[in-house]
């Protein structure tokens, strides 16, 4: 900690006398002592003091040092680092004894002794650099070298770094005069202790925790005389003498360490001479910086990524990304080994790194929203030739790469949801032939009837017949024209207003909130779907994907936390039923019966128009994967997979149960031995309607508030004018009034203003 001094003690008094006695000594005012060619630095060094000395001392303030960032997985171990510095703080206390003597001894051996300036060193380097055209000559005690690294660190321009380092009498006497501030308001313990973590020991390592991690995989504490003397040499020069790529050099320079700590007394000579003649000992383990190479990669960059969009972390994302890569912080994630190794392979084993496709896993833990893994079919890297790509197309936009891939089949589950959500039975059944011609105008959105004239013809992907399907068949077999018709009954509204609140990004309405929106013809992600399958795995308890539970700071303490966020978007007994009903896809005869664990599963396939993509989409009460292929060319553009080589094998005809499908499966097997042996829930009857606060939305636009209502499941009519003192064409008020409790799906009357 810095302390002041209320007054100069005696020692102190002399001990800057000495500094003034060398200054002026640099600056010729011993000149009369010297032999003649000194006189010109006389001249230089007596102007440079009318403009530098005056103000001795002068106060540097020591800003926090940059630290490297840890992302650790769910159980604490580490996966991945970022920094601009790797560098980790240690107290003095933490750095090992003999490596404090070994940094003494070879650059600063009276360090304890002198104040900021060692007067020997001094007039000795002086002297060596006006008899040679070297240059400046290394005579800096530990307190001036402390005090450039501050300056060079804490530099914001390059004008200001060129500043730090040149090599003049000016920078010398600049940088002695903030050794002086720093000796008179710090302890010896404090500088050397700042020195330690400031100093480049090379290969990328900053401070003698990172560079004993580095060199020799021990901690600074842990370190011997043969590993203090190897890092105690290379402060002077950590690129000449990096002992990675210089060995004859680093080990020249240690022996030299050594032998002076000998010559100061402070080694053994006996084991000095024995050490000599041994090796280096290195044991080098590298730090990664960023993502690539790591065990979690894509679920690092998706990690970064949600930091940085967290303006608490920062106002700008400039602010945010100082803090992530020099905050020295500690991120506790969800992810799970385990799970993110099943992710992986399971992507990477049904499509190749080159297939004109994609592979996508992601999982996510029911009631939680936490993140278990996610793994795609390309693996993060440069060579294209190789399918790598940095492009993350699991995670949903705002964090990803990928505008997504529509859902197909998947988005069902949302009309279902509507319908008993709506009072209807499960055993509602319609005669749902293999095509149908429907008038898009006949269903009912949010504002009355869609507005369209023409008609769509549905298709079922599998033999039917004409017979009379209910919601538990008629999903079992994914029957197109069943769910026209459902669909038809519920409305379009609650349907998009629930695939809302169970986590899909639906933003266009105009595209999105259509008659063929139960085919899933919106663009999601296979994160978003994961979550959206987990609110039904968590009886219809919607949590926010998260891939972050907390922050530390690097003291420890914490910075941040990120707990869940989840909401009750559907009555129990709706998700218990829907669950109930897709557990049907896993029995015999259901697009899934190939693909079932040890443990109850459910689960809804999706094939989209053309192929392009095909999904499975399944769970456990404790665990939802949503597994997708898509077609894509080298390009990125969207492809059919229908007789594309995927994996190997010719697909033929992609559909979502033969080719999402084992992906899903093979994923899930791997972990379901880690997966709880848990039931779902039998339903019991009827559900009851969800009830909702209604928006307040007065003085908004008609158009505006009808669509904030609709986004929230409400259903929209526009009553007369009323006189208001809100501006005209405005909502003046509705019915009922925004604060007010009512059931999703209720209609809300709106009265424009008369002005």
């Known amino acids: 900690m810095p302390r002041r001094r209320p007054h100069l003690s005696f020692g102190t008094v002399v001990s800057h006398l000495g500094v003034i006695v060398a200054v002026s000594a640099v600056l010729g005012v011993l000149a009369a002592a010297l032999a003649?060619?000194?006189?010109?630095?006389?001249?230089y060094g007596t102007k440079a003091a009318d403009t530098s000395m005056h103000n001795l001392p002068a106060e540097l303030k020591a800003a926090p040092l940059a630290q490297r960032?840890?992302?650790?997985?769910?159980?604490?171990?580490?996966?991945?680092?970022?920094?601009?510095?790797?560098?980790v703080n240690v107290t003095l206390d933490k750095v090992a004894p003999i490596m404090?003597?070994?940094i003494i001894a070879i650059e600063d051996y009276r360090f304890y002794q002198h104040g900021a300036l060692d007067l020997?060193?001094?007039?000795?380097?002086?002297?060596?650099?006006?008899t040679s055209a070297s240059g400046t000559q290394g005579g800096s005690s530990i307190t001036q070298q402390m005090a450039k690294m501050t300056l060079l660190t804490q530099a914001k321009t390059e004008a200001e770094r060129k500043a730090a380092t040149e090599n003049t009498y000016q920078r010398k006497i600049q940088e002695l005069r903030h050794a002086i501030a720093f000796e008179q308001n710090y302890s010896k313990d404090w500088i050397l202790e700042?020195?330690?973590?400031?100093?480049?020991?090379?290969?990328?390592?900053?401070?003698?925790?990172?560079?004993?991690?580095?060199?020799?995989?021990?901690?600074?504490?842990?370190l011997d005389l043969q590993q203090a003397a190897t890092l105690a040499g290379l402060v002077k020069n950590p690129v000449g003498f990096d002992p990675?790529?210089?060995?004859?050099?680093?080990?020249?320079?240690?022996?030299?360490?050594?032998?002076?700590?000998?010559e100061l007394k402070v080694a053994d000579p006996v084991q000095v001479a024995k050490l000599t003649a041994q090796p280096l000992g290195l044991k080098v383990s590298s730090s990664r910086n960023g993502c690539l190479g790591t065990v979690a990669p894509f679920f690092c960059d998706y990690v970064r990524r949600y930091?940085?969009?967290?303006?608490?972390?920062?106002?700008?994302?400039?602010?945010?990304?100082?803090?992530?890569?020099?905050g020295g912080l500690t991120i506790r994630t969800t992810v799970d080994l385990r799970f993110q190794k099943a992710a992986e392979d399971a992507a990477a084993n049904r499509v190749k790194a080159t297939d004109q496709a994609i592979g996508a896993v992601a999982m996510v833990k029911p009631g939680t929203g936490e993140v278990l893994g996610i793994g795609q079919s390309r693996p993060m890297g440069r060579e294209k030739k190789k399918g790598q790509t940095f492009l993350n197309y699991v995670v949903d936009k705002k964090y990803g790469d990928s505008n997504g891939f529509q859902g197909g089949s998947t988005f069902k589950i949302f009309v279902l949801a509507a319908a008993l959500e709506q009072g209807l039975s499960s055993r509602t059944a319609f005669v749902s032939p293999e095509q149908m011609t429907i008038p898009n105008g006949s269903y009912p959105d949010c504002e009355g009837n869609y507005p369209a004239t023409d008609t769509h013809t549905w298709h079922n992907s599998t033999t039917t017949g004409s017979p009379k399907f209910d919601m538990y068949k008629g999903t079992q077999l994914s029957v197109n024209t069943y769910f026209a018709q459902l669909e038809r009954k519920t409305g379009l509204c609650e349907p998009y207003a629930l695939a809302r609140a169970m986590g899909v990004d639906l933003t266009d309405p105009g595209t999105e909130r259509v008659p063929v929106f139960t085919l899933g013809v919106a663009d999601v992600s296979p994160l978003e779907m994961a979550g959206a399958y987990a609110t039904l795995a968590a009886r219809g308890e919607f949590c926010e994907n998260r891939p972050v539970?907390?922050?530390?700071?690097?003291?420890?303490?914490?910075?941040?936390?990120?707990?869940?966020?989840?909401?009750?978007?559907?009555?129990?007994?709706?998700?218990?039923?829907?669950?109930?009903?897709?557990?049907?896809?896993m029995a015999p005869g259901g697009f899934g019966q190939a693909l079932v664990l040890d443990k109850p599963s459910a689960g809804k396939t999706g094939t989209i128009d053309g192929n392009m993509a095909v999904w499975f989409d399944g769970y456990t009460p404790t665990v939802a994967t949503a597994a997708m292929v898509a077609g894509a060319n080298s390009v990125g553009s969207h492809i059919t997979l229908n007789n594309q080589i995927v994996g190997g094998a010719n697909v033929g005809t992609a559909h979502g149960s033969t080719t999402a499908g084992p992906m899903w499966a093979e994923a899930m097997r791997a972990i379901q031995d880690d997966i709880p042996n848990e039931s779902f829930v039998k339903p019991t009857g009827a559900s009851s309607r969800i009830d909702l606060t209604v928006p307040d939305v007065t003085g908004q636009s008609t158009r505006r508030a009808a669509e904030t209502l609709a986004n929230d499941g409400f259903y929209v009519s526009i009553g007369e004018r009323r006189n208001s003192s809100e501006p005209r064409g405005s909502v003046a008020e509705t019915s009922p009034a925004g604060g007010q409790t009512t059931t999703r799906g209720a209609t809300i009357t709106l009265y424009p203003s008369g002005g």
Do not use: W
């Open 36 to 43: 003649v060619p000194f006189v010109a630095a006389v001249g």
């Open 100 to 102: 404090r003597q070994a």
């Open 69 to 87: 960032t840890r992302v650790l997985d769910r159980n604490g171990k580490p996966i991945a680092t970022f920094y601009d510095e790797n560098r």
């Open 244 to 262: 990675t790529r210089y060995k004859d050099r680093a080990l020249a320079r240690r022996n030299v360490v050594l032998n002076r700590m000998a």
């Open 307 to 326: 930091l940085m969009a967290d303006h608490s972390l920062g106002k700008t994302v400039a602010d945010r990304a100082q803090l992530i890569t020099a």
């Open 194 to 222: 700042r020195y330690l973590n400031l100093a480049y020991f090379g290969d990328g390592a900053y401070g003698i925790q990172a560079a004993s991690r580095h060199y020799f995989s021990v901690n600074a504490s842990q």
């Open 120 to 130: 020997k060193g001094t007039l000795r380097a002086f002297v060596s650099n006006q």
């Open 549 to 585: 539970t907390q922050i530390l700071n690097s003291d420890g303490k914490v910075f941040k936390d990120y707990p869940k966020k989840c909401k009750q978007v559907l009555q129990q007994n709706t998700a218990d039923t829907i669950n109930d009903i897709l557990r049907g896809l």
